[in-house]
């Protein structure tokens, strides 16, 4: 059985930087970042990614994989995520997983079954065909949407390979996807959860501490820099909190102080999305305290055994 990995999640600004590489550098374990926006190149600011110096602390992985002006999956994520925690593994280190992006989160600790229907190549390679469209995407994840909710509900419009597969598989039989008889897939590691989290009042002031920082920092720079090396404004990666609501400022639409209002705004909504998501996984540790969530990750290192 593979070792037992470590994952640290909770809302943006809750502390799980700083308190990651803490655990990393005491317990030998190496950073594997889950946060679908680290990934890009070029977008630091505007992300909170760990900084060189924090970089350097503890090696990090899955970050600046991705340029920006490309599209990235879930699927591709896990993909590479686990190929990141094997080579980990393999050099005697512990991973530690280290975000909030629930998508990433839920694909990995409970892998989907695509059902026992055999792949339809010329049904596949129709649906592959409007993916590639403009706004292919999201024309198949309504599609989806409309003959199978649940199944839509739990994946990303970016996965486009489940989502392709699951239509394939409804317009094969005529039944939806979540209607299907499921194997049940293990996780790919045995992992320990724990979400850091803080009283509402109290994150949602880090919450606009943070964006004024980045601001200060030089966000609205960033996202110029962006957009004058050829990033479309509309791509997926300029979609995240702080870009999208820059652009238009940028253009004059509205002024620095009212994107500044917008951001925060933005962000503080996006937490109480992340804690929606998080309270429906099961397993999660809650707690406040970063040794709380210590001393939950180590229990049974001493005597040289884990529980699963």
């Known amino acids: 059985m593979s070792e037992m990995i470590w994952i640290l999640t909770g809302p943006t600004a809750s502390g799980k930087t700083d308190l990651s590489l803490d655990l990393a550098e005491k317990y030998d374990c190496e950073i594997v970042c889950m946060d679908s926006m680290q990934i890009y190149r070029g977008m630091d600011i505007g992300t909170a990614k760990p900084t060189k110096a924090e970089q350097a ?9 991705v340029d920006p002006r490309e599209s990235y999956s ?3 994520w896990v993909e590479d995520a686990c190929a990141c925690i094997r080579e980990i593994q393999n050099r005697g280190k512990r991973a530690l ?5 629930g998508f990433y989160l839920r694909a990995l600790r409970h892998p989907m079954a695509m059902g026992n229907v055999p792949a339809v190549p010329e049904i596949r390679r129709e649906l592959e065909a409007v993916a590639e469209q403009p706004d292919g995407k999201a024309r198949l994840h309504r599609q989806l949407a409309e003959v199978d909710p649940p199944t839509a509900e739990r994946l990303h419009v970016n996965d486009v390979r489940r ?3 699951a239509l394939e598989v409804w317009r094969a039989t005529g039944i939806p996807f979540s209607r299907q008889a499921q194997a049940e897939t293990p996780p790919p590691f045995p992992s320990r959860c724990a979400a850091l989290t803080l009283p509402r009042d109290v994150l949602y002031r880090r919450i606009d501490l943070r964006v004024e920082k980045m601001l200060e920092a030089g966000l609205a720079e960033e996202v110029r820099g962006l957009l004058d090396s050829g990033v479309p404004e509309d791509c997926q990666s300029m979609k995240g ?11 004059g639409e509205f002024s620095p102080e009212e994107a500044k209002a917008a951001i925060q705004q933005g962000s503080r909504h996006y937490a109480k999305r992340q804690l929606t998501w998080l309270r429906a996984e099961k397993d999660l540790f809650w707690a406040e305290d970063g040794s709380a969530i210590e001393s939950f990750f180590t229990e049974g290192l001493n005597d040289g055994h884990e529980r699963i």
């Open 57 to 65: 602390r503890v090696p990090h992985h899955m970050l600046d994989i």
């Open 74 to 76: 879930v699927a591709q």
């Open 97 to 101: 997983l280290v975000g909030g992006t």
């Open 163 to 165: 989502v392709i597969r």
């Open 241 to 251: 909190l702080g870009y999208k609501e820059l652009v238009p400022c940028l253009r």
